[in-house]
């Protein structure tokens, strides 16, 4: 009990900080704290249209933190999902521009391009660790960087559809083969696809063996080899199954949002998956609700410029003290006296 | 460099953590200029009595006589002010920087800006008396061990220590490192600029450069004395302990196993067996055994003599480098699969870093062998928390272990119940050999006589026991056969029935083939 609220408090108490932080920010640079934090709220929450807007953002971000959170299981911090969304985002574009079909089997190719390509993407960083003990973290940044040059050169050069002129993207998926949105709302079935994802993911971490083999090889690796289990292919298997949902959010930005791959989809939102990770400590569930409130903080990004003539980009540095504050929130974890039970 | 060797005397030093008693009242006596060893089993308070002498911990009664004054040392800066200091068996420098930058920036006081031209000069003037020489611009990355170790030995000199204590300092290096080291301190020591005092586990270099001896057996001095006048035989069995000790245990021993109860066929053969350390070195060298099922069989050696590497290679966590296993005659992978299928266990030294995950409870760790069966895995898959909480409840209360419950983290747990709710996973299904490294160490006496008599009763029931130990006496107690490894091979076999105390000592220091006398050591070892 006592640990469960200490999981949740920490990192609350740190998004309290965060926002206070930012509120003095606010007052820096010569605006109303209260103001703003109203204006956030509003922005993200407080209409139909701004919930709409919240959910599309968090769609992607469900998907991507997952790819932070599944390797985590396993003790590897991975921040590679921006280079997994990119490259899968091109795969599902790709695959979408030339397969013909009906658009649930084209939907469907495109998903399972999407999350091959970005699933050995991550792979790769996944691989280097294991095989060479190369820094994962590392690795996977950088293979950002590489995804990101890999993706301008295929769109702004083979890929390229002939008709796209100012802004090169990839040949459109065409109408009939995007994703629609749910029944009556205004939001893309994608968020469907994150709310799955993670409870399948969640389900799989806490309630499977093979959960629970990543988790012993997150935990000791030394203990997982003395029982045996295949240290090697967990690694692996969790990159993959992390890479597999940044592809995905790439997939699903392409198929709902843009209708073809082009510069659009380096949006940030892999970065901002590790930082939803981050935020619900890796675990699959507390995902979805830190996706949806990140989401509506950036979601209001739009608010703060027409109403406070702030740039959009105010929200990045909210997001930016919230990463720093959770962070240091977690040292504090199993220090603080309240969640600390008494011995016997 | 025209300083003086300190005068070193610690008179009944005595140092307690909670029950346990680390140093009972050691002495220790070295004269100015003098090269003291100071020897002992893993465990028997060397660490301790030195960092009660460098200031790291404080003795709970005893005094420390420096040049004939009694010293208060309470932090490492006032044992550096007296002119002690230390060198560990690990380096210390900074490996990007060069020796120049290294031995300047250890000084307790360097100005906010450093003129490199003067500090240059003044190294130089300082180094100018030593025998050997070192590269002042190299980056310490770009040395050998042995020259490292050699930067370490001269950065306290350049600091002013007069009296240096060394922790196995020779332990990276090869053996001509280790005597160009060596032979350097003894010099210093001669000329009298500095007093040593050197933990070792190397009979070698104490009979070849020290002048004294005190070694160290749980906590007490169990013998000192000047080097020409000990022999290697005298060293061995004054670290693990007299013929009189033995007896005493011998009485405790169970009878060996009688022949008809033992396997026919090895339960664990291995042949030829090659593995390498950390460091890249070879560490088990074309090492063969057998170990029969219904038997323990004990390995001695004094520690980092390949123990700790063949363990590890045979309980899956390093990668041999040739050789053949075979469990019950079939060739070993250390994979889940056979590990189930063979029925091989293991109990590791350090149970809670090598076979536990900390942060997962203690039912959690106790499913770590058996979490994708049934009952725990409804079909290999979904976990099922309850028969999770049921095995543990189960082997808590069969092995008596102490926790809060089931779903307390390991972590929290006492070394003892840590290593009996180990013990218990690894004995709950039925093993075919299981593999035990120090399996006490730390451990308070009931909980080892409770943990000695699972592995008998485990022995009884047919399993084939390999037992690795830095402790000789719980090795007596405890196996039927006893084997002594010895710089990665195994150098002697011997019932344990039958051990002669002084013959294993002596094969354990690895003089075995340089006695005088082949005699002595025939009618030693058929006694």
Partial sequence: MQRTAEAVLIPVGALCAALLLFGVFMLLVGKDPLQVYALIYKGGFGSSFAWQSTLARAAPMTLTALCAAIPAQAGLVIIGAEGALLLGGLAAAAVGSSVAGAPLLVQVCMALAAMVVGGAWVMLAGALRHLRGVNETISSLLLNYIAIALFNHLVEGPLRDPASLNKPSTLPIGEVNMLGNFPGLDVHLGLAFGVVFCLLCWVLVRHTSVGFALRIVGGNVRAARLAGLPVGLLLLGACGLGGAAAGLAGMVEVAAVHG???????????????????????????????????????????????????PDASVLVLQGIAFMTILAAESLRGKLRWFTPAEA | ???????????????????????????????????????????????TLVKCLVGYQLADSGQVIVDARERDIRTPQQAHAIGIGMVYQHFTLVPCMSVAENLVMARAQVPMIIDWRREREALEDALRGLPFRVPLDVPVANLAAGEKQKVEILKQLYLGRRLLILDEPTSVLTPAEADEVLGYLKGLTRAGALTVLMITHKFREVMAFADAVTVLRRGRVSGTGSIPGLDVADLGALMVGTREGFAGAAEHASPAAPPARLGDRPALEIRALEAEGDNGLPAVRSLSLQVRPGEIVGIAGVSGNGQRELVQTLIGQRQRVSGAIQVGGVAYRATRAQMRALGVSALPEEPLGNACVREMSVAENMAL????????????????????????????????????????????????????????RELSRKAAVLIVANPVFGLDFAAVAEIHQRLRKARDEGTAVLMVSEDLDELLEVSDRLLVMFNGRIVHETPTALADVGTIGRHMAGHAGMESSPSTQTTASSQ
């Fill in chain 2, 369 to 424: 062998r058996s979490f994708d069966r049934p009952p725990l895995a409804a079909g290999g898959l979904w976990l099922r928390r309850r028969e999770f909480t049921r095995q543990a409840r189960q082997l808590i209360s069969d092995y008596k272990v102490k926790t809060r419950g089931p779903e307390a983290p390991i972590g929290t747990l006492s070394g003892g119940n840590v290593q009996r709710a180990v013990l218990a």
């Fill in chain 2, 1 to 47: 460099m025209a300083t003086v060797a300190l005068d070193l005397e610690m008179i009944d030093v005595t140092k307690r953590f909670g029950g346990f008693v680390a140093l009972d009242g050691v002495s220790l006596r070295a004269p100015r200029g003098s090269f003291h060893a100071l020897l002992g089993e893993n465990g028997a308070g060397k660490s």
């Fill in chain 1, 260 to 310: 073809a791959a082009n510069a659009s989809l380096v949006a940030g939102y892999g970065y901002a998956g590790v930082l939803v990770s981050f935020i619900a400590r890796h675990n699959p569930l507390a995902v979805l609700p830190v996706a949806l409130l990140l989401g509506g903080i950036a979601a209001s990004g739009g608010q703060l410029q027409r109403h406070l003539d702030l």
